[in-house]
């Protein structure tokens, strides 16, 4: 019997544990991957903050409530409470991997799993926002990055002894501009780091399985009305300013808003901003929902990512591309991965960039070569962003 097969018996008698800083994140996202643990008759557990999704949640796997702030900041009282939380709670389940998301997850999980010398997958998703920040927010995100990265490679073996260990954790980036940053923070300590570079959570099935929009297949558009769809949290550095503004100059297009107001984010809308975002006439209102964009097939429907949030892969765009509908996204939002082979990239984020964008679309509507870039952004998608593909290479 090999180390791996050793390994492999020695891990499967004890939990995996996915740890996130919502439900609604591991139920929205992962929820694929808990279906392909279960399946192999390992134990899962999931550790999060209880939100609106944690009751659905609790109903497919064993669910323990994780008390910690969502917010943003990291004030080191509450922090430290968190870690405290964790502590505990890893020290009385005994998981054999810990599966952490999200960046203060991803820092507590580093420094609790170097204690207990425990295997780490690590998830990072967005540090684009990293060349949007400035002044002590740029230097502190860099800071706790570094945290990661020193625990991580690192575990005790006895009471007060700590070595290295670089097999230890393997780190996930979603897209190669984010892998990019994070090796140029660390230096030459990503030289013995283990990476992997994964596509996001996946386009799923229900997507892949649905029929295409109309546009994929040029049919006769004639009365029917065009729909910009927007599906993201209403913040701003995600574009829902522009999406409005792009509202107001195209009165004869209906603009779909698929979000909430995030309580937890600074950059949100306020109550009396989403007033204003409601007023207006072709402005509709869907709040959240789940498969958005599977309600816009049968008329013309174009996707707009505006948004300079540093994505780690927004997922609204290979599920438009495998539906066969034509996406506006700006330069942050493609990640490094989409290009104009597949979409209309808007090189800068003045709203007039996206005015003739979708102008431009509107003029080639039915024309081959659109069909044709359609069809071509479809297959690519569907080769590369299935939920499959995705939850298998995480598992594996």
């Known amino acids: 019997m090999n180390n791996i097969e050793e390994n492999f018996l020695f891990y499967r008698g004890r939990p995996i544990l996915l740890l996130s800083n919502s439900c609604w994140y591991l139920n929205h996202y992962r929820n694929c991957l808990i279906k392909e643990i279960q399946k192999n008759n390992l134990k899962l557990i999931v550790m999060a903050p209880y939100d609106k999704s944690s009751i659905e949640l609790s109903s497919k796997v064993v669910y323990i409530p994780w008390r910690v702030s969502r917010n943003n900041n990291f004030n080191l009282l509450i922090l430290f409470i968190a870690f405290l939380r964790l502590f505990f709670q890893i020290r009385a389940l005994k998981p054999g991997i810990i599966h952490s998301h999200t960046l203060k997850p991803n820092l507590l999980a580093s420094v609790v799993s170097a204690l207990f010398g425990i295997p780490l997958v690590i998830s990072f998703a967005g540090l684009g926002r990293l060349s949007t920040m400035n002044g002590r927010n740029k230097i502190f995100l860099k800071i706790v990055l570094k945290l990661i990265t020193f625990f991580s490679t690192r575990e005790r073996y006895s009471r007060w002894k700590w070595k290295y260990n670089y097999q230890r954790t393997t780190m996930i980036f979603q897209n190669p501009e984010d892998l990019d ?7 030459n ?19 892949i399985n649905s029929s295409e929009n109309i ?32 509202a107001k100059q195209f009165p004869n297009i209906n603009f779909n808003v698929y979000g909430e107001i995030d309580p937890f984010s600074n950059d949100s809308l306020s109550l009396e901003e989403f007033e204003k975002i409601k007023s207006e006439k072709n402005v509709i209102y869907h709040g959240f929902k789940k498969n958005p964009l599977l309600n816009h097939l049968d008329t013309p429907a174009i996707l707009l990512v505006p948004s300079l949030y540093g994505e780690g892969l927004p997922r609204s765009i290979p599920e438009a591309m495998v539906l066969g509908i034509p996406v506006i996204a700006s330069l942050k939002a493609c990640c490094g991965i989409f290009n104009e082979t597949y979409l209309y990239p808007a090189y800068s984020n003045n709203s007039l960039d996206y005015t003739k964008l979708l102008k431009k679309i509107i003029s080639n509507f039915g024309k081959e070569e659109f069909i044709k870039k359609l069809n071509i ?11 499959e ?8």
């Open 181 to 187: 940053l994070f090796k140029k923070i660390i230096g």
């Open 189 to 207: 300590n990503s030289k013995s780091l283990n990476f992997k570079l994964i596509f996001g959570s996946g386009v799923p099935k229900d997507y």
């Open 215 to 246: 546009l994929s297949s040029g049919d006769n558009l004639k009365n029917k009305k065009i729909n910009a769809v927007y599906c993201a949290r209403l913040l701003k550095s995600k574009g829902i300013e522009i999406f409005i503004s792009l």
């Open 377 to 387: 952004s479809r297959d690519y998608a569907k080769e590369n962003f299935s939920e």
């Open 389 to 396: 593909l995705i939850v298998r290479t995480t598992f594996d």
